[in-house]
């Protein structure tokens, strides 16, 4: 899958008490309107967590 987003880097992270995560500022303002500020997290490997903007998750969902 090709995207227009690159997000690369490694950042720190908590969980609130809501199951939220804060997402890096630079991430966010890449989102297209469609994606409606909204990422798909999933498991990555070694420890890690893959992030989509919503169009690129829901593209994975369907594959």
Same mark, same amino acid.
């Given at each position: 899958?090709?995207? +227009? #987003?690159?997000f690369i880097g490694e950042y !720190?992270?908590?969980?609130? =008490?809501? !199951?939220?995560v804060n997402i890096p500022s630079?991430?966010? +303002? +890449?989102? *297209? *309107?469609?994606?409606? !500020?909204?990422f798909v997290l999933t498991r990555? %490997?070694? =420890?890690? %967590?893959?992030? #989509? ?9 369907? !594959?």
């Open positions: 899958m090709s995207s +227009q #987003y690159t !720190n992270f908590v969980v609130d =008490s809501k !199951n939220r630079p991430f966010r +303002q +890449q989102l *297209k *309107k469609s994606d409606k !500020n909204t990555g %490997i070694d =420890s890690c %967590i893959w992030v #989509y903007p919503l169009s690129d998750g829901k593209k994975l969902k369907l !594959n």
